[in-house]
């Protein structure tokens, strides 16, 4: 909750400084997402099509502009270090930017210190909390201990396990 907070704090103070250079940012930061999806998280989902397979890393590259969802399972450790290393750097540049470029006006009211930490405190504060909750207390997977298998036979409905 406390980074797709942070990453609308940033992107709207940098819409406040430069509306136009916050569209080229996010249309980059869309690409650049994207374009990582299709070459190294590719979805079965809208696999039967090269277009949709497209369309559908496009749409989940927009949904990253906020926050990130796996599409698909396995080890996330290297995924969830670069995505959230790149938003990181994102925030912090925002705030930077607020910081060099806001007006006089802007600095003498009641909004800008507060955007500025806004822009940063949450985001650490949600990868502390996520780095706390997958060190202690996310489930481990375990091996399973005995195999069982469910076998239907075509002739009658029960059901045979072993």
């Not at 930077?96 to 800008?112: G, P, Q, T």
Request: glycine share 2%.
């Amino acid at each position: 909750m406390f980074v797709p907070v942070s990453r609308v704090v940033s992107l709207s103070a940098l819409a406040y400084l430069a509306p136009h250079w916050v569209v080229l940012a996010a249309a980059l930061h869309i690409a650049a997402m994207t374009t990582w999806l299709q070459l190294y998280d590719r979805s079965p989902f809208c696999s039967h099509s090269a277009l949709g397979q497209m369309c559908f890393s496009l749409a989940l590259g927009a949904v990253y502009l906020f926050t990130y969802i796996l599409p698909v399972e396995g080890r996330t450790r290297y995924r969830y270090s670069a995505y959230y290393s790149i938003c990181l750097v994102q925030n912090v540049t925002c705030a930077a930017l607020w910081y060099i470029y806001a007006d006089d006006s802007m600095r003498s009211s009641v909004y800008f210190y507060p955007i500025l930490v806004l822009c940063v405190v949450p985001y650490v504060l949600g990868l502390v909390f996520m780095v706390i909750y997958y060190a202690f207390l996310h489930p481990k997977v375990m091996k399973e201990i005995c195999d069982v298998s469910v076998v239907f036979k075509q002739d009658c409905e029960v059901a045979q396990v072993s």
